[in-house]
């Protein structure tokens, strides 16, 4: 245990650096389209002298911009998200819509492990047969198919045609509610894009846990567990689905990372409102805080993802923890 | 020679790859009787392994029995169900693989995986088990018993893999212990030990050695009677003191040439040509395009598997060959 310990450390100190670089290279190439004060400037004519000034020493327009950068970084490690060039307080703006991102993402890949994993075994223990063939192509067609298109073919069958279900959003702003009730409504919102996301990374976990599956089940130690008069049962759930699962939590991992990034495009397919949609008005805008703050709050959840993923693997090969 | 307690019967497993059917054991008999260590030799490919497999049913596809009998103790396996089969995997038969490395699972300790085995047969609770396990430990003479069953396989070496998986095997005490090249991945010095522990352990726990192998020495030094496969078929079955004196069978005399002894410094004599394609095999005798003693008959006609006096053999001119070993 007190290998994974240091372990889990050095995963953490390995974080930093990448939180610095990542957020260092957006302030550049968001300051690069023009400093906030500019922007102001050229939103609103009538500024007057003063309230400049107040916007240069806001944003210490004065000084060189890595001098900018450390100014915004302390404040946002401080938790002060500081103020968005279209008003009010990033925090305020920004906060309630990570839980509806994480929502969204965290039932996603529940489902999709939920569903993906039995069916990868079921696949990989019936290879070849009709179901696995069937599993497989389905498999393949939502592992090939670009979330954003699935998602629009998926809001014009269900949505439009067939008026099953809502178009998009997080929830009715106003009655008539779905199903009747603001609790149905909040579910039918979420059918579709959870729909959507969940199959698209089932294909990916199905796939691959099949594989891997089958992948393990040549090995010796398979053989040695068989010939040992285990059952059927735990030779499969316990030996090779704990040894085929690895790369699981590996994809897992990256395929929350790879979900996030995309967010801003399924989340405005959907209009879901969450960091991705937000993500896409600040940039419109050329919300500078805004963008900037987002990049460091999905580089942090991304990077936990990372670090819970590396643990999460050490934790289930003893091997890796040596290292 | 104790009663017979194991009887192959004409046993064919065949695998059926998208490249055609491979025959890899095709109509092997033989038996093992009691207490007398039985040695099962061959080239690379001749279907020991599957020959094992086939015994405790656990041939993985697309690999299938397609027929024969497997007699233990006047029962036949094959007709066994396979919650039947599962009470004999382990408890009457085990195997030992060949390769510790791949062997044991990596994710589990050697607590883990001794106690799985032993509860797998046993109703005992979890100190029961570990005490057991840790008994297991000291009889394969593993040094510190109690620190090595919280370790995982990793953090041990080749040799002390092997003993893990001894332990594993005899966790039941099974009749028939079937080491298959048990000792091929392990360097020189630890084989000899590995080799002595089973010699031990055989005759203290008094079980059916079945010694799968390469090495003519290693026959020679642990078992009684040895069965010579070539391709998939029975070459020859003959105790194994005689087998180095007058051989009957062409693929034994060049197996004996081919592989080194100990005892005896000789030039080694490669097998002439390869071992044959198992999709589509050579008619009539199978060794026929490697026997420096072909006629036309061995190409048309398969030898019977005859026996005489002990000893069987499928050569169609073994009685006019009298081979001779040096
Ligand atoms: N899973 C499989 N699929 C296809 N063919 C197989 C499979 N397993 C074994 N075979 C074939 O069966 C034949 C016999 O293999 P087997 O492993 O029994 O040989 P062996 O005598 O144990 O060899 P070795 O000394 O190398 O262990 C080989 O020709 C091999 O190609
Ligand atoms: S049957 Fe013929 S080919 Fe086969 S081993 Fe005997 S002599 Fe050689
Ligand atoms: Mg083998």
Known sequence: MAGLWRYILRRLLFVIPVFLAVTLLTFLITNAAGDPVQIVKFAIRRITPAQVAALEAYYHTNEPIFARYFYWLFSFLQGDLGTSLRGGLVAS???????????????????????????????????????????????????????????????????????????????????????????????????????????????????????????????????????????????????????????????????????????????????????????????????????????????????LVTILTDISYAYLDPRVRLE | MGEEILRVENLKTYFFTEAGVVKAVDGVSFSVYEGEPLGIVGETGSGKTVTSLSIMRIVPPPGKIISGRIIYRGEDLLEKSEDEMRKIRGKKIAIVFQDPNSSLDPLFTVESQLNEVIMAHLKVTKQEARNRALELLKMVRIPDPEARLKAYPHELSGGMRQRVAIARALANEPDILIADEPTTN???????????????????????????????????????????????????????????????????AALLKAVPRIDRRKELKPIPGSIPNLIDPPSGCRFHPRCPYVIQRCIEEVPELEFTDQRAVACHRWKELSLKGE
């Open chain 1, 93 to 303: 703006k920004i906060l309630p819509w990570i839980g509806t991102t994480l929502e969204l993402q965290f039932l996603a890949l529940a489902f999709s492990l939920a569903i993906g994993i039995p069916l990868g075994v079921y696949s990989a223990l019936k290879q070849y047969s009709k179901a696995d063939v069937v599993i497989s192509s389905i498999a393949i067609f939502g592992y090939s198919m670009p979330t954003f298109w699935l998602g629009i073919q998926a809001i014009i069958v269900f949505s439009l045609y067939l008026k099953w279900l809502p178009f998009g959003g997080a929830i009715s702003p106003y009655p008539p509610y779905w199903g009747g009730s603001i609790y149905t409504d909040i579910i039918g919102h979420l059918i579709l894009p959870v729909g959507v996301l969940t199959f698209v990374s089932l294909a990916t976990f199905t796939r691959l846990l099949r594989a891997s599956i089958v992948e393990v089940l040549r090995q010796d130690f398979i053989l040695a567990a068989r010939a040992s008069g285990l059952r059927e049962r735990v030779v499969v759930y316990k030996h090779a689905l704990k040894n085929a699962i690895s790369p699981i939590v590996t994809i897992t991992g990256l395929s929350i990372g790879l979900s996030l990034a995309g967010a801003p495009i399924t989340e405005t397919v959907f209009s879901w409102p969450g960091l991705g949609y937000a993500y896409v008005q600040a940039v419109n805008a050329l919300d500078l805080p805004v963008v900037q703050d987002l990049t460091a709050i999905i580089t942090i959840v991304v990077l």
């Open chain 2, 186 to 252: 392990l360097d020189v010095t630890i084989q000899a030990q590995i080799i002595e522990l089973l010699k031990e352990l055989q005759s203290k726990l008094k079980m059916t050695l079945i010694m799968i192998t390469h090495d003519m020495g290693l026959v020679a030094e642990t078992t009684k009677r040895v069965v010579v496969l070539y391709a998939g078929s029975v070459a020859e079955i003959a105790p194994t003191n005689e087998i180095f004196k007058s051989m009957r069978h062409p693929y034994t």
